[in-house]
């Protein structure tokens, strides 16, 4: 089984199958977010592939990033100007991502993610039952 999962992992880095990553973040608080999508790389230095802030009430999209295929990705959303709060991290898949940020407990933050194809018109929220 070893042997057929190091087959699989060199076959995509040989053969140049590289995932991107992009994301679409609405920020539901009232308070500016800071967000990173940053790749967890296994057995060395994390990568941050690309990073910014969201006003509250707007959307702000963050990428399309290139990521090695065996690392996870995750996306990191916290309160700018917070120093007490703790980063809120999800694993993010290669592709197209909506995430919603959203108060949650104290002054830590919520998110939730959605997978559709890239810009579809509809409104964040509201399904078209395209995904």
């Given at each position: 089984m ?13 053969g140049?199958?590289v995932p991107?990553?992009?994301?679409e973040?609405f920020?539901d ?6 967000v ?10 994390d ?11 707007e959307t702000r999209s963050?990428?399309p ?7 996870a990705v995750?996306l990191?959303?916290r ?14 898949e290669?592709?197209?991502?909506y995430a919603?940020i959203?108060e949650?407990?104290?002054?830590e933050l ?16 509201e399904d078209?039952?395209?995904n």
């Amino acid at each position: 089984m070893k042997r057929v999962l190091a087959a699989a992992a060199t076959g995509l880095l040989l053969g140049g199958c590289v995932p991107t990553f992009e994301v679409e973040v609405f920020n539901d608080t009232n308070v500016d977010v800071s967000v990173a999508i940053e790749q967890r790389v296994f057995l060395g230095e994390d990568s941050r592939l690309a990073s910014g802030s969201v006003r509250p009430g707007e959307t702000r999209s963050f990428g399309p990033v290139s990521a090695r295929p065996i690392d996870a990705v995750q996306l990191h959303a916290r309160p700018t100007r917070s120093s007490f709060a703790i980063d809120n991290t999800i694993r993010i898949e290669p592709g197209y991502t909506y995430a919603f940020i959203e108060e949650g407990y104290a002054e830590e933050l919520a998110i939730r993610t959605e997978r559709r194809r890239p810009r579809d018109g509809t409104p964040p929220g509201e399904d078209d039952g395209q995904n």
